[in-house]
């Protein structure tokens, strides 16, 4: 069996929050719907991707990785980021 390090293990998991991020905008149809707990991008962007990005910030504190820090900081801030730059750009 193929034994797989931690470091490329911390960049896939940051591909697969990424993914999670961009699937949330295109399965549903307008950011305000992320307010609807059965909707996908709220399930996505409040309960999966601040666990995802927590994890992936404590492995790249350890191993000394500053750009998937802060992409994971940016996972943990999801949906405040995106839905505060939606409600800038679509209003109320």
Not at 52 to 62: D, K, M, T
Request: net charge positive; aromatic share 20%.
């Amino acid at each position: 069996m193929k034994q797989v390090s931690i470091p490329k293990l911390i960049d896939y998991l940051t591909i697969v929050g990424l993914l999670i991020l961009l699937s949330a905008f295109f399965l549903d149809y307008w950011i305000r719907d992320w307010f609807f707990p059965s909707s996908w991008g709220n399930v996505a962007t409040m309960l999966i991707l601040p666990l995802l990005g927590a994890l992936i910030l404590i492995l790249s504190i350890y191993y000394k990785k500053l750009w998937t820090g802060l992409i994971s900081i940016f996972l943990m801030i999801s949906f405040p980021l995106i839905f505060g730059i939606g409600y800038f750009i679509f209003g109320p």
